[in-house]
């Protein structure tokens, strides 16, 4: 049986919205239970107080990150 695809959107200015089959583990290999949760955004910004997740503080921050796939290749 073939997995669906895990799809990462960088949201401008905002998280990581990752949806489909989430393993998340920590350093220590430890598995967060993401039970029932088919989608989770994660922080980009360093400011969250639920890391990894995202808690809008990115707003209330003013923080500001425009992110797009030519940033990767230096265009």
Excluded: Y
Aim: glycine residues 10%; contains cysteine; charged residues 25%.
């Amino acid at each position: 049986m073939a997995e669906e695809a895990v799809h990462i959107t960088v949201r401008p200015n905002g998280p990581l919205r990752v949806e489909g089959h989430i393993i998340l583990k920590d350093a220590d290999g430890q598995e967060w239970d993401l039970t029932g949760k088919p989608a989770v955004s994660l922080c980009r910004c360093g400011l969250s107080e639920k890391r990894p997740f995202c808690d809008g503080a990115h707003s209330r921050q003013n923080w500001q990150c425009m992110t797009s796939p030519g940033n990767l290749t230096g265009k």
